[in-house]
């Protein structure tokens, strides 16, 4: 892999090697620029992963720790912001970033969701925006993403799906139990199932493997590499340029500035907490909608006192996490839920907004199973079951392959209260601020939450299930996996933090391309983030080219 | 041990399959015997005695093996030792409150090991809504059915009772019902 000295001014300065960061990596070096990726995590490999539930849900194993990246929550801001007992960001931490472990849904959005503003109107609380691009602009980039790192799904199959130019390139993935069930039970209320579309191979493609069923998706990543994390994908093809260097272990604490206002590259601690300066033309951060406003917010300077492109004070702010329940079903004969990828069924039916129901929002429900058995010893019983000896054992021996669940994915709207920003007193171990945490579900959110519920229980019912319940927790206090809208995208610089091609607004060669930019949030961001990143690309590339940046 | 045995012969009487089954699990058992279980490093004898008597009623052993079996005290020790190091006053605090109540209530009682199946239960019921309880109970379960690589789930004890096989690869069709739908 290409190496270069910190003060070499390369081209491009990423700044986190995730979801987006890879892409950014791919595009810019095959075009030809010199490009290095600061990334937080480390560097890790196949070989590195294992099958191991302890190491990768309770210690955090792929994602931020509590104890090591901490930080705090609060409701409100009338509150004091406490460390959770459960953390509520939580994001992929190594080269390739949440691509590696997340359970790889991949979902387009609608083409309303791009203008929901002018749909359906303002929201009384919520700062409801149209998006300044369209579906139609964003399209090909789908479409490319589908195909570069590949996707297993059926076109057409969601009779409510927006137009596309291409069909996946792969065939959906074999459908499991839950989805067998959820489908006959979804067509039974006169619902439209279709084979869930994920980043994860059904066949061979592009020089790896399908996938083998192993079952170990969510929390994990994919030894044989059919998971189409950037990891997988983009990551080797930019390191085969010979032009991007993909620098591990380095936690970027400040963006800097030169008195004409321009960044001119970022410190950042290396693995042996030294400080060290890189030089670049340009700066992207791709670090996920929790860690870029953090970052922009700790780069403060006598120029930006506010923190970097923050003229308008809305760093930070908007921030739109994952909604919906997760209900439980058991069934008389075995699922063996485990086997496999999450999910293989979803329903769109309910996705759309619609005034009738009395508030706004909407989400698909899919078909899955995410549990490992000691989560599922743990919280996978219904309420009423016994919570240790003889009955409870009995029941876990019972219940673990005839468990299945569906969870929503629901709107979240954006509050101008729900915001990332700076905790005034608690330190990470590097001695940054912490981030503070200050999130509440909109009114509507909770309706649509619960309006959703009743529609998978109905589900549940219908497919025949001896028992179901609703998972009971405060899903305020969940880990939140999609963090979004905290730099929101927009053509006016008094309302948007970045333009409609991810260029700051205050700060010419500064862009931000990750889920920060999204202006709505439903259901599954992943595919979007990533379509930005390439559409992003190549927006960046060709200004390069004509030194407009 | 004798409501192990009575509970396991009672269900030979009534499962023509279980002798095999049962004469595999004691094999498995005598293997894993066999094997020097690995010192404890934090807890000391008298601790472990007590907490591994809490834990096999937590996941007790009947027509299959508990969380004494599975060598959940070892997964205990480990935590301890490791990533769970900040718990180690939590065990001595909640061991020293609940060897007061196993006092108070047995009175004369040595130790919560030397007590009968019947009263380790009612001195649990007693602390069942602590979060010393919760702390065993969810400690239980990570040794009972994580990876045995932490030193509990010998042989894979938990993740047989439930059926869960951690292979590389499986076939389609995975259950019942997708089966029945592949026809």
Redesign the interface.
């Known amino acids: 892999m290409k190496q270069y000295r910190p003060d070499e001014e390369v081209d491009f300065l990423i700044i986190g090697a995730g979801a987006s960061g890879g892409i950014m990596a791919k595009e810019l070096s095959t075009a030809g620029f010199s490009v290095v990726v600061l990334e937080q995590g480390p560097y890790l490999r196949e070989k590195d992963f294992?099958?191991?539930?302890?190491?990768n849900t309770?210690?955090s194993g792929m994602t931020n720790h509590l104890a090591r990246q901490p930080h705090t929550y609060r409701k409100s801001d009338s509150e004091t912001a406490r460390v959770p007992n459960i953390k509520f960001i939580q994001y992929g931490r190594q080269v390739g970033g949440g691509s590696v472990h997340f359970t790889a849904n991949y979902w387009r959005l609608w083409e309303s969701d791009f203008h929901q503003k002018s749909k359906f109107g303002s929201v009384s609380g919520a700062a409801l925006a149209d998006w300044p691009i369209t579906y139609s602009d964003l399209e090909p980039y789908y479409t490319k993403a589908e195909e570069e790192l590949g996707v297993s799904g059926l076109a057409g199959a969601n009779p409510f799906e927006a137009w596309r130019s291409k069909p996946y390139p792969l065939p959906p993935l074999?459908?499991?139990?839950s989805?067998?069930?959820f489908e006959r039970a979804s067509r039974k209320l006169g619902w439209h199932p279709f084979p869930a579309p994920m980043a994860i191979l059904s066949q061979p493609y592009r020089g790896r493997g399908a996938c083998?069923?192993?079952?170990f998706c969510e929390y994990f990543g994919c030894?044989?590499r059919a998971k189409s994390s950037t990891l997988a994908t983009v990551i080797p093809i930019a390191e085969k340029t010979g032009r991007c260097e993909i620098r591990p272990d380095s936690y970027t604490r400040k963006i800097e500035v030169s008195s004409d206002g321009r960044v001119t590259g970022a410190i950042y601690f290396d693995a042996n907490r030294r400080e060290v300066f890189q030089r670049a033309k340009c700066v992207i951060i791709c670090a996920n909608g929790s860690e870029t406003p953090r970052l922009l917010l700790m780069s403060q300077s006598s120029r930006f006192p506010q923190g970097l492109a923050n003229s308008n004070g809305l760093v930070g702010k908007y921030l739109m996490v994952d909604a919906g329940y997760e209900v439980h079903g058991t069934?008389e004969?075995?699922?063996?839920?485990?086997?496999?990828v999450q999910a293989t069924r979803v329903i769109h039916d309910f996705y759309e907004p619609d005034p009738k129901r009395g508030f706004h929002g909407g989400g698909g429900i899919d078909a899955r199973f995410d549990f490992y058995?000691?989560s599922?010893?743990?919280t996978g019983l219904p309420p009423d079951a016994p919570?240790?000896?003889?009955e409870?054992?009995?029941m876990?021996?019972r219940n673990?392959?005839r468990t299945m669940s569906l969870l929503a994915h629901a709107t979240c709207l954006a509050r101008e209260q729900n915001n990332i920003s700076l905790d005034p007193n608690l330190k990470d171990p590097w001695g940054l601020p912490a981030m503070r945490v200050t999130f509440e579900f909109h009114s509507d959110d909770v309706r649509n939450m619960k309006f959703l519920l009743d529609r998978q229980m109905e589900i549940l019912e219908a497919a025949g299930a001896q028992k179901s319940w609703p998972d009971t927790s405060d899903e305020s206090l969940l880990p939140h996996n999609h963090l979004l809208g905290t730099c929101r995208m927009g053509d006016d610089p008094k309302t948007s933090v970045v333009d409609r091609n991810h260029r700051t607004h205050d700060v010419p060669n500064l862009f931000l391309v990750d889920g920060s930019s999204l202006v709505t949030a439903c259901c599954q961001p992943t595919c979007t983030i990533q379509a930005l990143a390439y559409r992003a690309a190549d927006h960046i590339a060709q200004q390069a080219r004509q030194s407009k940046i | 041990m004798s409501e192990v045995r009575i509970t396991r012969r009672h269900w030979l009487a009534v499962s023509p399959v279980a002798a095999a089954v049962l004469a595999a699990q004691e094999h498995a058992h005598q293997a894993a015997r066999s094997v020097q279980p690995p010192p404890l490093t934090i807890l000391d004898a008298a601790e472990a005695k007590e907490i591994e008597a809490i834990a096999a009623q937590i996941i007790p052993a009947d027509d299959t093996p508990g969380a004494r079996e599975a060598g959940v005290i070892y997964f205990i020790d480990h935590a301890l030792a490791t990533f769970d190091q900040y718990k180690r006053p939590l065990y001595t605090e909640g061991l020293r409150d609940l060897e007061a109540r196993r006092d108070a209530l047995f009175p004369g009682s040595q130790s919560i090991a030397a007590l009968q199946p019947a009263e380790q239960i009612r001195l649990l019921q007693a602390i069942e809504k602590t979060d010393f309880f919760e702390l065993l109970r969810t400690h239980t379960a990570l040794g009972f059915f994580g990876n045995p690589s932490y030193g509990g789930n010998r042989d894979q004890i938990g993740w047989k009772l439930i059926g869960f096989e951690d292979r590389f690869q499986f076939q389609p069709p995975f259950g019942y019902y997708d089966a029945e739908h592949k026809g």
């Open positions: 294992e099958h191991d539930e302890i190491k309770i210690l074999p459908v499991k139990s989805g067998v069930l083998l069923h192993c079952g030894e044989v069934f004969q075995p699922l063996n839920e485990y086997k496999s058995p000691a599922f010893a743990l919570r240790w000896g003889h409870w054992k009995a876990i021996g673990f392959n």
